[in-house]
């Protein structure tokens, strides 16, 4: 009797334990391609809100995409009735269907999104807004979605007067002012901050035997999981991160021909699957390529294009674009021809040309939406950030200087636009700086540029020495008349060389992440070695 009595507990533990494992079973949804309506120029933002809304509505371990292949097997064509949905989620053992249209008339923009479950039951939402309103606008209408699945709360939108506070992270240090709501730069210049290796809410890798120069945090491979990617003087390497530890994956290495200029990531044939851009110079000439992933494999699809390659977050949706631009003929880049870029099977298509600055280049600007549109972001030659309005009118410039990096190319003339006097022939070196992020970390519509701040006394005597021994991630904001300090790390020992808000250690949470080369000292640089670093952010202040 005894015996029976303790199979039946068993039994019912069995079942309780099975059932909450299903309970916990993320729910799985799709989203289909957008219908656009609207002049021509706009049909891009078909796949681009796609892709969007299908980030937007994840929820690790909760509601969660289908795989790739699924969802493409599910074609482009909405169903008309419930049962015809019925039919496409059964086909895929998915549990949603979104898909929808936007509609654009001069600056103005509708978006239509559709919901279907299982069971053939559909839902209509609508919303209007500005054309530079789009992602925010999107934001609101994924998060209007997950409340109605699964009752999460709407958070309250914080006025257009009031930032939030800076990540909630010992590592961060916020700016002070005299409004709490409207923080600037009012850190004591005088105080040293330094942080130490047990800082909470920061981890670090081991350190490779080699010192890098750029990296990139993706999803290359289309598993729904980040890989990091570094680019090495003469190599690039794939890794995965992993209980601290980057884990190689594969690597291509080049020969001393190569100047390895930049790496980037973005969907250059519009497969849905991010590919890896490195730009480079070769004999005199810009050689750039693209690399995919597949099968955790770098094979090259784009090898020796004469244009400098690089990747922009372009407005109004800021998603990743390829652009690219030009070598001048009597200058290192010619600023009147940089565009867009696509890839057409092997082929590298010229799109429309990108209106910025006289000495802009393809590395050296970047978008900071706002309010009334966008900034244009320019570091200039000597570091310095420039703000421009729309019209291309300088706004303001600042007396700090950021993003300087060791990467450089050999010019032989004055770089068009830089400052002016007969010093510019004289010029050996173009140093490219790293390039910037955009954050929202703040209120709606209250964008950050995150940049670093290098420290180094003898940079500051030595225009050319760039091997920085400390540095800072500062976090600036527009506030109507400069860039102002909202928040920045504590100081970061070693040369910073590349930067990106990512989830590398792929736990469903966002990271600062900072790619550092140690500083052995100056008579030991050839010892030099790279280290990521990772800060964790407080990813409810965060707008994606």
């Known amino acids: 009797m005894k015996f029976l009595r303790n199979i039946s507990i068993a039994l019912v533990l069995t079942l309780t334990l099975a059932g909450a494992a299903l309970a916990q079973t993320a729910k799985t949804y799709a989203v289909l391609p957008f219908k656009v ?16 809304l299908t980030s937007r509505l994840t929820m690790p371990g909760k509601f969660e995409p289908l795989p790739k292949e699924a969802a493409v097997s599910l074609g482009s064509t909405p169903p008309t009735t419930g049962t015809q949905g019925q039919s496409m989620l059964a086909r895929v053992n998915g549990q949603y269907l979104f898909w929808g249209a936007v509609n654009i008339l001069g600056d103005h923009v509708t978006l239509e999104l559709q919901r279907m479950d299982a069971k053939g039951q559909a839902k209509t939402a609508t919303k209007d807004m500005s054309m530079e309103g789009l992602v925010p606008g999107l934001d609101a209408l994924a998060k209007e979605q997950l409340a109605e699945l699964f009752g999460a709360p709407n958070q309250p939108t914080p006025s257009s007067e009031q930032r939030a506070a800076a990540p909630s992270n010992p590592a961060f240090l916020a700016a002070e002012g005299a409004n709490a709501n409207d923080p600037i730069a009012a850190v004591n210049p005088q105080f040293r901050y330094e ?14 035997k080699f010192p890098s120069r750029g990296m990139v945090v993706s999803d290359a491979n289309g598993d729904r999981r980040q890989e990091v990617f570094i680019l090495g003087q003469h190599a690039l390497h794939a890794y995965t991160l992993k209980d601290g530890r980057l884990n190689p994956l594969d690597s291509i290495d080049f020969t001393q021909k190569y100047e390895l200029l930049f790496i980037g990531a973005v969907d250059a044939d519009g497969n ?70 696509h890839l057409n099977g092997k082929n590298l298509v010229e799109g429309k040309r990108i209106a ?101 006394v003898a940079a500051q005597i030595f225009g050319r020495f760039r091997t920085f021994t400390q540095g800072e991630l500062h976090a600036l904001f527009w506030d109507g008349v ?15 060389v590349a930067f990106q808000v990512a989830d590398p250690n792929n736990d469903g949470k966002q990271d600062l992440c900072v790619l550092v080369n140690t500083y052995p000292g100056t008579i030991g640089l050839e010892f030099r070695k790279t280290v990521l670093i990772g800060y964790e952010l407080n990813t409810d202040a965060i707008q994606k």
């Open 272 to 341: 849905g699957i991010q590919d890896i851009v490195v730009g480079a110079f070769r004999d005199g000439q810009p050689y750039s390529m693209i690399f995919t992933f597949v099968g955790n494999k770098l094979e090259k699809i784009l090898d020796g294009a004469r244009v400098f390659l690089s990747v922009v977050a372009m407005p109004p949706t800021y998603a990743p674009t390829l652009i690219g631009q030009k070598q001048g003929s009597t200058e290192l880049f010619n600023s009147k021809s940089i565009y867009e870029y």
């Open 482 to 496: 400069g860039m102002n300090l909202a928040w920045k790390t504590r100081r970061i020992k070693g040369t910073v």
């Open 356 to 456: 910025l600055p006289e000495f802009a280049n393809v590395y050296n600007f970047a978008y900071l939406p706002d309010q009334t549109g966008y900034k244009v972001v320019l570091i200039d030659e000597d570091n310095h950030i420039q703000i421009y309005n729309q019209a291309l009118d300088l706004q303001t410039s600042t007396e700090d200087t950021y993003n300087s990096s060791a990467v450089d190319l050999d010019v032989t003339t004055a770089l068009p636009g830089m400052a002016g006097g007969g010093s510019d022939f004289t010029k050996q070196s173009y140093y490219l700086p790293m390039p910037m992020k955009i954050t929202a970390f703040s209120a709606k519509g209250k964008y950050e540029l995150l940049v670093n701040k290098d420290i180094s």
């Open 195 to 208: 942080g130490g290796a047990d800082t909470p809410g920061q981890w670090r890798t081991q350190n490779l």
């Open 37 to 52: 309506n609207g002049p021509e120029k706009f049909l891009y933002l078909g796949p681009a809100v796609q892709s969007m």
